[in-house]
């Protein structure tokens, strides 16, 4: 018996014909598989810094949502009446941003292709003319609401994560940052607009060149490489005369006065 033990394990391991038992031969098969296994299992557990910035990015959003969510359900349980009339004010300068940013794609695209009016599909056609038909805001319709924009809801430190984010594409800004960080750009961006505006009535917009004259607008969120440089001073004056009469507690205004003061601001203002 010893002997026999002593030929048997020579032959396992010289590589000899001689089987080893179902015990022993299921201790290597399982062997096998963990090294086999081990590779893959450590560098699934491993994360690209790309891969670690989008699930970071993914968590925040979902957050955001969750919490805008859980603000409107407070503010319908508790504030039914103002909860209509936020609701309200929101989407309807939800409709009136996404209204002006067609407009203004397809104006730029008539340029673009030197396209007439009547050239256009019968949708962009109705779509400019419906649009034209709004009035332009004047000054003393938009100052009237500064009280709406100095506290809860509209006020700078009260806007939500949603809104910041939608204010920071309409000044041309990245809205690829946590809510934070995008209020506090915000305020520091509003401020310097706040302070070069007053610096600017001042100077006199006729002391500016058409390219000053440009990138000013420009920076207050008017695209205006398609409208003529007239209608870009007279736009320019307009929003100085709101900004020069805001105090620091109604900036949040001025953020969305970007919508207000460019809504059918498109070069067909009669």
Same mark, same amino acid.
């Given at each position: 018996?010893?002997?026999?033990?002593?030929?048997w394990?020579?032959?396992?391991?010289?590589?000899?014909?001689?089987?080893?038992?179902h015990?022993?031969?299921?201790?290597?098969?399982?062997?096998?598989?963990?090294?086999?296994?081990?590779?893959?299992?450590?560098?699934?557990?491993?994360?690209?810094?790309?891969a670690?910035?989008?699930?970071?990015?993914?968590?925040?959003?979902?957050?955001t949502k969750?919490?805008?969510?859980?603000?409107?359900?407070?503010?319908?349980?508790?504030?039914?009446?103002?909860?209509?009339?936020?609701?309200?004010?929101?989407?309807?300068?939800?409709?009136?941003w996404?209204?002006?940013?067609?407009?203004?794609?397809?104006?730029?695209?008539?340029?673009?292709?030197?396209?007439?009016?009547?050239?256009?599909?019968?949708?962009?056609? %109705?779509h400019?003319? @419906?649009?034209?038909?709004?009035?332009?805001?004047?000054?003393?319709d938009?100052?009237?609401?500064? %009280?709406?924009?100095?506290?809860?809801?509209?006020?700078?430190?009260?806007? @939500?994560?949603?809104?910041?984010k939608?204010?920071?594409?309409?000044?041309?800004?990245?809205?690829?940052?946590?809510?934070?960080?995008?209020?506090?750009r915000?305020?520091?961006?509003?401020?310097?607009?706040?302070?070069l505006?007053?610096?600017?009535?001042?100077?006199?917009?006729?002391?500016?060149?058409? @390219?000053?004259?440009?990138?000013a607008?420009?920076?207050?969120?008017?695209?205006?490489?398609?409208?003529?440089?007239?209608?870009?001073?007279?736009?320019?004056? %307009?929003?100085?005369?709101?900004?020069?009469?805001?105090? %620091?507690?109604?900036l949040?205004?001025?953020?969305?006065?970007?919508?207000?003061?460019?809504?059918?601001?498109?070069?067909?203002?009669?």
């Amino acid at each position: 018996m010893a002997l026999s033990r002593v030929c048997w394990a020579r032959s396992a391991v010289w590589g000899s014909a001689v089987t080893p038992g179902h015990f022993v031969t299921r201790r290597l098969q399982l062997g096998r598989s963990g090294l086999a296994w081990g590779a893959p299992r450590s560098s699934k557990l491993h994360l690209s810094p790309k891969a670690d910035v989008k699930n970071l990015m993914s968590y925040v959003v979902t957050k955001t949502k969750a919490i805008n969510g859980k603000y409107h359900r407070f503010l319908g349980r508790h504030f039914p009446r103002f909860y209509v009339l936020y609701t309200i004010f929101m989407k309807g300068l939800q409709m009136l941003w996404a209204d002006a940013k067609k407009a203004r794609r397809i104006k730029t695209n008539m340029w673009k292709h030197n396209i007439k009016f009547h050239q256009l599909p019968y949708r962009e056609m %109705e779509h400019l003319r @419906q649009i034209q038909r709004g009035t332009h805001p004047a000054i003393h319709d938009i100052l009237a609401l500064r %009280e709406c924009f100095s506290n809860h809801p509209l006020g700078m430190n009260q806007l @939500q994560a949603l809104h910041v984010k939608a204010l920071s594409r309409a000044m041309l800004l990245t809205s690829y940052l946590p809510p934070p960080l995008l209020r506090h750009r915000l305020k520091t961006h509003t401020t310097v607009i706040h302070q070069l505006d007053q610096a600017l009535a001042k100077l006199g917009i006729g002391q500016l060149t058409t @390219q000053e004259v440009k990138s000013a607008c420009y920076l207050r969120g008017l695209n205006s490489t398609h409208i003529g440089e007239d209608r870009c001073r007279t736009w320019l004056g %307009e929003w100085l005369q709101i900004s020069c009469s805001l105090k %620091e507690a109604e900036l949040s205004l001025l953020l969305h006065n970007v919508v207000l003061l460019s809504t059918n601001y498109l070069g067909t203002r009669r």
